[in-house]
């Protein structure tokens, strides 16, 4: 039986899963992404990022639980899901917005190294969708486009039953021309409308301004440790900033959702993500918005669905992705020299 590592880094934590060639997650783990001010690929100051993504994976296959799995299987690789930019073909981080200690670094070189395995890299959001693509919700839709609504916002496309290997970033998409700044460096984007990070910036700008809200009395007055999870808690307790926080996440994702329907002739959007628990708060503001502005003989029939894989697409997705690495060299191998 072959097995494969899969790992979704993402802005706040990082998944790790055991999956089988069918998908199975045989164990699976999270933890922290590692949070390390200014040492990037090439610097050294203090702890390396690398050096603790690195760490991470270590800890989980040397678990007590998971060692046997591997001892008694074929380890084929590791599949890498990132948040940011990918060089793909080189395996390198572009840009990672929310985690900027990975700029620049190879981490493709860096893995492949280490633990003398294939590795696979992608864009977080990619892997989700070839997540759902293989065994989720979007297994039967040959055309769709996935939304992952964590820290940041992150898109993928499955068109024509494969994965669109482009960035489509759609969490940076313009929205506002002159709107809130954005962890990527220009301002207006969606990502900083519809995310956690965004919920939490609303948040506390209005408590800033002078708003009544239960979260002016949580973390002892420290508007700043509020957390998007604080936020969704209160929001079910009834509290009105924080309920209206996650229906402008809704207007946003749907203004979004209508652009990405008029450009991609797509059969259903599915969001997924950290946030996607609070699909209750958004999804009527977000449902109103993308039909109301969407060209009617596209729309008519699109679907708007929940992931079935929840918190694990992406990592399932990452294992997936270096099957079909693997799989894809064997075919290349196996061609007949004519």
Known sequence: MKIAVGLDIGGTNTKIILADENGEVLAGRQAATPSVSGAGAGKTEGDRIEDLLIKNLKDFMNDEAVKPLISHADLAGIGLGVAGFIDRKNGLIIKSPNIAALNGLAVRELFETEFSLPV?????????????????????????????????????????????EGPFEIGHMIMEPDGRFCTCGSHGCLESYASGRAIVDR????????????????????????????????????????????????????????????????????????????????????????????????????????????????????AGLLFKKLSLSHEAVSQPVI
């Open 120 to 164: 696979a890299v992608e864009n977080d959001a990619n892997a989700y969708a070839y997540g759902e693509r293989w065994i989720g919700t979007g297994k039967d839709i040959d055309n769709f486009v996935v939304l992952t609504l964590g820290t940041g916002l992150g898109g993928g496309h499955i068109y024509k039953g494969e994965l669109y």
């Open 203 to 318: 948040v506390i700008k209005a408590l800033e301004d002078g708003a009544k809200s239960m979260l002016a009395e949580c973390c002892d007055g420290n508007f700043y440790k509020i957390t998007p999870d604080l936020v969704f808690q209160k929001a079910l307790d009834g509290d009105n900033l924080s309920r209206e926080a996650f229906r402008e996440v809704g207007r946003y994702l749907g203004v979004g959702i209508a652009n990405i329907i008029n450009i991609f002739r797509i059969d259903a959007v599915l969001i997924g993500g950290g946030l996607l628990g609070a699909w209750d708060l958004f999804i009527e503001e977000l449902t109103k918005e993308a039909f109301k502005r969407a060209f009617k003989p596209f729309s008519a029939n699109i679907r708007i669905l929940k992931s079935s894989l929840a918190k694990d697409a992406g990592s399932i997705g990452a």
